[in-house]
């Protein structure tokens, strides 16, 4: 189980010349373990979006009880990626193909003035939100649908339907939190929701105008895409 910062790396994936999570975590469990370690994600995150439980598939060539290999990785991590709990899989294990869904939270600081120690982790609109229609809005989204409205370019060759589970708009002072809960995501599905929803939320769009542009499956028609930092990867789900 891992959380990192991701600030400052090029998302999940490795990628030639860029930081990434999944490289930085590789070279680490390749001068703990040796040449042949290997690493799977459960998620892709994007660039700059981080994750508070991201789950980890490490195959390695060595026999140590989780503590070892967690104490291990972090001593050879940079500070802003941890590993919060390392035990033994069933082999053949894949993080990434056992996975049921995923949990995601977008976080906004709605405060007239942006707090500095939300700037890495939260989306600053000091705008006066209507939770009540954001509420609306989103509701007609959980359920199986194609959301290719809601899909980046780069991600459009792929499936559109997803199942969403679970939408909540949570506030607790100047933080709001928009929660997700889906079988799977496309490219930056998440991030064009919340730019979408927040024009329903600040007036701009009445809460039916978001059913409509699920139904168009038109990503023109939507809102803009919300910026990564303020995006993390709450959980990965797994069959019991």
């Given amino acids: ?12 994936q490795s990628q030639p010349g860029a930081r990434t999570v999944q490289g ?12 042949d370690a290997r690493v799977t994600g459960a998620s892709r995150t994007d660039a700059g979006v981080h994750a508070l439980r991201q789950t980890v598939s490490l195959g390695a060539r060595v026999t140590l009880a989780g503590a070892a290999v967690r104490g ?4 050879a991590l940079p500070r802003d990626v941890r590993v919060l709990e390392a035990r033994e899989a069933p082999a053949g294990f894949d993080a990434r193909r056992a ?9 906004l600081d709605t405060g007239p003035i ?3 120690l939300l700037r890495r982790f939260a989306w600053h609109v000091p705008w006066a939100l209507d939770l009540a229609a954001m509420r609306a809005a989103l509701a007609p989204l959980r359920g199986r649908h194609d959301f290719a409205a809601f899909c980046a370019a780069p991600g459009r060759e792929k499936d559109p ?10 506030r607790r002072r100047d933080r709001v939190a928009i929660l997700l809960s889906a ?31 699920l139904a168009g ?14 995006l993390a990867l709450v959980r990965v789900l797994y069959p019991r």
């Fill in 1 to 12: 189980m891992l959380a990192y910062d991701g600030t400052d790396y090029h998302g999940w």
């Fill in 24 to 35: 930085t975590l590789t070279d680490a469990a390749r001068r703990a373990f040796g040449p």
């Fill in 72 to 75: 291990a990785l972090n001593a």
């Fill in 99 to 107: 996975a049921s869904g995923k949990r995601y939270a977008y976080l």
């Fill in 114 to 116: 942006a707090s500095p």
């Fill in 161 to 170: 339907v997803c199942v969403v589970r679970a939408i909540h708009v949570l």
């Fill in 183 to 213: 079988d799977r995501y496309l490219h930056h599905m998440v991030r064009n929701l919340v730019g979408s929803v927040l024009d329903v939320g600040r007036g701009a769009r009445a809460p039916g105008w978001l059913a409509g542009v």
């Fill in 217 to 230: 499956r038109d990503r023109t028609r939507a809102g803009p895409t919300a910026p990564a930092q303020g």
